[in-house]
Nanobody
Framework: QVQLVESGGGLVQAGGSLRLSCAASGIIFSINAMGWYRQAPGKQRELVATITSGGGTNYADSVKGRFTISRNNAKNTVYLQMNNLRPEDTAVYYC??????????????WGQGVQVTVSS
């Protein structure tokens, strides 16, 4: 199967920046879309941003203009640059990979989650 390993979370003051990374491991031929989702305490998981293999992006309205998603297809890695962070961005951030084509089949996968905490 496919394992997604996230890194880059932490504690930051409001107005600060963080960069999340997520690398997919395994014998991978291609990955369709990759993205980031987040879940705050007591709330449902919500989409933050997605990016297709061709570079097409989609953002939640709440992060437009502040967050930038990018990917390196050769490294099977997706990034989330988060600027001008707000306390309401505090959540566990999850990486997602859709339609990962491997030698063993096609899979979807989620990362284990990384905590982002923004203090006011």
């Amino acid at each position: 199967q496919v394992q997604l390993v996230e890194s880059g979370g932490g504690l930051v003051q409001a107005g600060g920046s963080l960069r999340l990374s997520c690398a997919a491991s395994g014998i991978i031929f291609s990955i369709n879309a990759m993205g980031w989702y987040r879940q705050a305490p007591g709330k449902q998981r919500e989409l933050v941003a997605t990016i297709t293999s061709g570079g097409g992006t989609n953002y939640a309205d709440s992060v437009k203009g502040r967050f930038t998603i990018s990917r390196n297809n050769a490294k099977n890695t997706v990034y989330l640059q988060m600027n001008n962070l707000r306390p309401e961005d505090t959540a566990v951030y999850y990486c997602n990979a859709d339609r990962v084509v491997t030698v063993n089949g096609v899979f979807g996968s989620w990362g284990q989650g990384v905590q982002v905490t923004v203090s006011s």
